[in-house]
């Protein structure tokens, strides 16, 4: 009956038996040995052999029974085979060997069960990096299999407010515009969603070719004048100390540069409070060209400050507008994939900067 009730446990047995008739063999060894060899001759530091042998293998109680038998053994050596005279210094020898099988079997005890503690942690990191890939694959996928229903969806509003299925009011017109504007930021997040797994997974691949930052800051400026309409931030365009427009080359992609931007742009609106003024300075700093968006929020707290570039990381502000925390993140994968700096900073007395810096080159219109 117990053999059908217990098979795994007699399965281990079975496959421990070889060991323990190693062991057993390796002590009767030592043990011969002792009893051939003159009592100046300490044969019993051989007893680490079967401890060491039986550490990875058996656990703290057979490691102790293990220990305990070999100071057995070294001890009765004294006396056995007892044709010489007991001697203080046979004792002594047999005692420090006796402590040393001691200490050898605590730490071959305690570094088996930090074997197994480490073992147990890789196993535990492992499923942990398996479940956060799965994770991350699940997101990309539903990230990707979403565009296709907005994208199918904007394409549908549209073709009502062309009024290709009949007479439109102009209030009903309202109403599908900002059904479209909706569709269209969170066609922008599923968007920024994927890019950012491909960038993590295959790195950001850049086209790049000599591009005016100037240009980029005007072009993203006047693309979100709507937004900073709809919450009342006013934008200002700056050339650093100079009044007249100038021109930043850089050596870049301009489709991930003005991406930056736009980012850190809409971070600047929604941060700001209304009647406020969101200003893009931009200025050549020695080798590089250095673009500031500054705002007039709350600021950045201290222990945000460390975190603002994280993925998914969103803050505790008074932000009007809710985001995804993708933003800030992808504007820095961008620029430290253009081998550029990005950071951020208060503004004294209220506010915030958001910067980065770019190399410049040289470039003849």
């Known amino acids: 009956m117990s053999l059908l009730t217990h098979p795994p446990q007699i399965n281990r047995n079975l ?22 060899t003159p009592p100046d001759y300490v044969i019993g530091y051989l007893y ?64 088996r069960h930090i074997q197994q503690t480490l073992t147990q942690q890789q196993a535990k990191l492992q499923i942990q990096s398996k479940l956060a890939s799965l994770r991350e694959d699940f997101a990309a996928t ?6 296709t229903p907005i994208l199918g969806a904007i394409e549908t509003l549209k073709a009502l407010d062309r009024e290709q299925f009949g007479q439109v009011q102009p209030t009903q017109k309202k109403v599908l515009n900002t059904i479209v504007r909706s569709h269209q930021n969170s066609l922008q997040l599923v968007e920024t969603l994927l890019d950012v797994y491909r ?22 400026t006047t693309a979100l004048a709507d937004l900073a309409a709809s919450r009342r931030v006013y ?22 540069l003005q991406r930056v931007f736009t980012n850190l742009l809409t ?50 502000s008074d932000r009007q507008a809710s985001g995804s925390g993708l933003g ?24 915030a900067i958001f910067g980065f810096r770019l190399l410049a080159i040289n470039h003849v219109v």
């Open 267 to 316: 971070n600047a609106i929604n941060h700001s409070p209304r009647g406020a003024k969101v200003e893009v300075i931009l200025g050549t700093q020695g080798s590089q060209q250095v673009v500031k968006i500054i705002d007039t929020g709350a600021g950045i707290q201290p222990d945000e400050m460390p975190h603002l570039f994280d993925r998914f990381y969103q803050g505790e």
């Open 142 to 147: 539903l990230a990707h299999d979403l565009k």
């Open 199 to 220: 960038n993590d997974l295959e790195g950001l691949r850049l086209n790049c070719t000599p591009i005016n930052l100037a240009k980029l800051a005007e072009s993203t």
């Open 328 to 351: 800030l993140y992808l504007a820095r994968q961008i620029i430290e994939a253009h081998e550029g700096t990005i950071w951020a900073e208060n503004r004294s007395p209220q506010g």
């Open 235 to 256: 934008l200002s365009l700056n050339y650093g100390d100079s009044d007249f427009r100038t021109f930043l080359w850089v050596n870049g992609d301009a489709f991930q």
């Open 15 to 36: 496959r421990k038996l070889p060991l323990w008739w190693a062991i057993i063999g390796l002590f009767g060894l030592v043990f011969t040995l002792e009893l051939l």
């Open 48 to 111: 680490i052999l079967p401890i060491l042998f039986a550490k990875p293998q058996l656990n703290h109680k057979a490691t102790l029974q293990i220990t305990t038998v070999a100071v057995i053994l070294t001890l009765l050596n004294i006396w056995i085979p007892g044709y010489e005279q007991i001697q203080p210094a046979m004792v002594a020898d047999r005692l420090i060997t006796s402590f040393a099988l001691v200490v050898t079997g605590i730490l071959s005890d305690r570094n």
